[in-house]
């Protein structure tokens, strides 16, 4: 037996769907904006309420990795909500200027690709922006990072990448970014520059490593968690 009721949770409607459960269940439904929630039929909505405010921000992590994901498959991009730093923003295709260019507002992300554009064309503006996005905003936090740590890298790729957030090539200090560092909160792309940066020093994963990060950002795991998809 279920019981299915509505409450508003900072904005975003919940569903709660009561079963003779021990432990509360959240998930996004398709739309990606409810929240499903799967409670104990003993828990009042204020105890739910606060269990929902308690994991906002893996809601909020869950939003952008779906937004990603649906930006990534769409057939259509004008009007796909997208995050930016962290920050939703919707996908709006205007006329072309003489260029191509993509203007970031708060709120909205312009491409200026032409009607005309295929939808090929416009994820290619998209992506070149995301490169252009990560290299631009990596830059000062790299320099500044080399500088704090004493090393140097000889050049620095963007690209997107599907398991990894960065990559170091310890031989001839290559770093490279995944180019979807633009849609999580800039302390992550801080957090894995230094995270490849630590390569430099200790090349494998293991306790000194994680000392080596925990002394650069005592704070790295908060980072490491927000990051919306896996890296490596
Ligand atoms: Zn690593």
Same mark, same amino acid.
């Given at each position: 037996?279920?019981?299915?009721?509505?409450?508003?949770? &900072?904005?975003?409607?919940?569903?709660?769907?009561?079963? !003779?459960?021990?432990? $509360?269940?959240?998930? =996004?439904?398709?739309?990606? @904006?409810?929240?499903?929630?799967?409670?104990?039929?003993?828990? !009042?909505?204020? %105890?739910?309420?606060?269990?929902?405010?308690?994991?906002?921000?893996?809601?909020?992590?869950?939003?952008?990795? %779906?937004?990603?994901?649906?930006?990534?498959?769409?057939?259509?991009?004008?009007?796909? #909500?997208?995050? *930016?730093?962290?920050?939703?923003?919707? *996908?709006?295709?205007?006329?072309?200027?003489?260029?191509?260019?993509?203007?970031?507002?708060?709120? /909205?992300?312009?491409?200026?690709?032409?009607? @005309?554009?295929?939808?090929? %064309?416009?994820?290619?503006?998209?992506?070149?922006?995301?490169?252009?996005?990560? %290299?631009?905003? &990596?830059? #000062?936090?790299?320099?500044?990072?080399?500088?704090?740590?004493? =090393?140097?890298? +000889?050049?620095?790729?963007?690209?997107?990448?599907?398991?990894?957030?960065?990559?170091?090539?310890?031989?001839?200090?290559?770093?490279? =970014?995944?180019?979807?560092?633009?849609?999580? !909160? &800039?302390?992550?792309? /801080?957090?894995?520059?230094?995270? @490849?940066?630590?390569?430099?020093? /200790?090349? +494998?994963?293991?306790?000194?490593?994680?000392? $080596?990060?925990?002394?650069?950002?005592?704070?790295?795991? /908060?980072?490491?968690? $927000?990051?919306?998809?896996?890296?490596?």
């Amino acid at each position: 037996m279920t019981s299915v009721t509505t409450i508003v949770v &900072a904005g975003s409607t919940v569903l709660i769907v009561r079963k !003779p459960i021990r432990h $509360l269940y959240l998930r =996004l439904a398709p739309d990606g @904006e409810r929240i499903i929630v799967s409670a104990p039929w003993s828990w !009042p909505d204020d %105890r739910i309420a606060q269990a929902i405010t308690q994991r906002s921000a893996w809601i909020e992590q869950q939003r952008r990795r %779906r937004a990603i994901q649906h930006v990534r498959v769409a057939g259509e991009l004008d009007g796909l #909500p997208i995050p *930016i730093w962290g920050q939703m923003h919707r *996908i709006r295709i205007l006329a072309a200027r003489s260029q191509p260019t993509v203007v970031s507002t708060p709120g /909205e992300l312009v491409l200026h690709v032409g009607a @005309e554009a295929t939808l090929q %064309r416009a994820h290619a503006v998209l992506a070149a922006w995301q490169r252009a996005t990560v %290299r631009a905003a &990596a830059h #000062p936090v790299l320099t500044h990072w080399c500088q704090v740590m004493g =090393l140097s890298v +000889s050049r620095l790729t963007i690209r997107p990448m599907t398991t990894l957030w960065g990559s170091c090539q310890t031989r001839d200090r290559r770093l490279c =970014l995944n180019a979807r560092l633009v849609h999580d !909160p &800039a302390v992550c792309l /801080e957090y894995v520059i230094v995270h @490849e940066l630590t390569h430099l020093i /200790e090349q +494998s994963h293991g306790p000194r490593f994680d000392a $080596l990060v925990g002394h650069w950002l005592p704070d790295w795991r /908060e980072r490491h968690a $927000l990051l919306g998809h896996n890296g490596g």
